[in-house]
């Protein structure tokens, strides 16, 4: 009985039948490998996970970290133009403090983590009298654009290892904000007043002689007046229309009509005169302050208590001026109005309606579930390198 052979396309066919066999077998065997991979290993990947579990559980333990959070009600202690400059100005005297070691004893680690701009931004966060969804859900926000930018609550967080170190870090944040911001403001008010003190005797001095230049022009003008009239008594008519006695015309009016303006700027040039005296006095006054506080104003960071020994400094200042030296006590009464501006600013312009509230430590699961599936992967890599290694020195050995 013949065969009948092969025609060249029923070979090929059978080529192409034999190729797919052998990849399906390959694809079987490398399926099987893994298999046997996973059934001979899996008792040590299942301690691996077992063991990354309890050291994400021991991890969020010893690492993880309560919450506390503490809300302040803005009652006029800052704006949105002001807590955005306290934000960036607030880092920068943590930082300060740090640098010459003034920070309290045992918060070196609360004013490190102050000092860090990005606590600033996560962490103490305002609470705007209206929020982007209620501009959306009302129909008209006519006349309520200002409460837009309002702010009426200040919330701040802090963490710790333990719950009462929370609590603890987070009045910590309190007291720095009130303090660091009172001695901000008072500080400014400081450079201020050294500023205008060093501009401002030259500036009074030039105006008071430049106005006594000009009171001798007019009064030399005057008697010149004055004598005209008296050589010319016919001449003494007034006139109601108002003409200012610089203009060029002026000199064609009538002699008592420029006599009567020529007084009237020599008067106005008395009183400036006398309020440029009363400016200096002062300016003496004020260099007094500045003199008496400037050693106060290294001391402490604290704005609080630099506020309370302002007051006193003031009061001391105050008792060595005349009751009568009514220009000197305006002064001071000035000064005082605003210490006590920025002292109520402060201790009362931020109302802390409850107590601090603190949470328990979060995240334990996503602790374990990252820790079984590191330790999971890793030893998974661990044995898959094994695997790899003893196949290339089995094929070398061939």
Request: charged share 20%.
């Amino acid at each position: 009985m013949t065969v009948p052979e092969n025609t060249p396309s029923q070979a090929h066919s059978l080529k192409g039948d034999s190729f797919v066999s052998g990849s399906l077998d390959d694809s079987e065997i490398s399926l099987l490998d893994i298999v046997n991979f996973l059934i001979k290993s899996w008792k040590k990947l299942a301690i691996a996970a077992a063991v990354g579990a309890v050291l994400g559980l021991a991890g969020w333990f010893f690492l993880g970290s309560y919450q506390a959070e503490l809300v302040l009600l803005n009652n006029g202690g800052t704006d949105l133009v002001g807590w955005r400059s306290l934000q960036k100005t607030l880092p920068n005297l943590a930082d300060q403090i740090l640098d010459e070691s003034k920070a309290p004893e045992s918060q070196e680690s609360l004013y490190r983590m102050l000092s860090n701009p990005v606590w600033w931004q996560k962490n103490a966060l305002a609470t705007y009298g209206m929020s982007k969804a209620d501009t959306k859900d009302l129909a008209s926000t006519a006349g309520l654009e200002s409460a837009g930018t309002s702010i009426v609550s200040l919330t701040l967080t802090a963490g710790g290892s333990s719950r009462q170190k929370a609590l603890d870090s987070v009045r910590g944040a309190k007291s720095f904000l009130l303090q660091g911001s009172s001695y901000l403001m008072l500080k400014s008010m400081f450079s201020a007043q050294e500023a205008q003190l060093m501009g401002a005797d030259a500036d009074i001095a030039k105006k008071i002689n430049a106005t006594q230049i000009e009171l001798g022009y007019q009064q030399e003008r005057l008697k010149s007046l004055e004598n005209l009239a008296k050589r010319f008594p016919s001449e003494q008519k007034t006139i109601s229309q108002v003409v200012d006695p610089k203009d060029s015309g002026a000199k064609y009016l009538p002699l008592s009509t420029q006599i009567i303006a020529v007084n009237t700027d020599i008067n106005g040039g008395k009183e400036a005169l006398e309020r440029l005296k009363d400016q200096q006095a002062q300016m003496a006054a004020l260099r007094i302050w500045v003199k008496q506080i400037s050693p106060l104003m290294n001391s402490t960071f604290d704005g609080l208590a630099l506020g309370k020994q302002l007051l006193e400094q003031e009061a001391i200042l105050r008792a060595t001026i005349d009751p009568a030296d009514l220009k000197s006590l305006v002064f001071v009464d000035n000064l005082r109005s605003s210490l006590i501006a920025v002292d109520v600013r402060f201790s009362k312009g931020f109302e802390m309606n409850t107590a601090p509230t603190s949470s328990g430590k979060k995240g334990m699961i996503k602790s374990i579930a990252g820790g079984l599936a590191a330790a999971f992967f890793l030893m998974l890599m661990v044995l898959l390198g094994q695997k790899v290694w003893a196949n290339i020195k089995t094929g070398g050995a061939k």
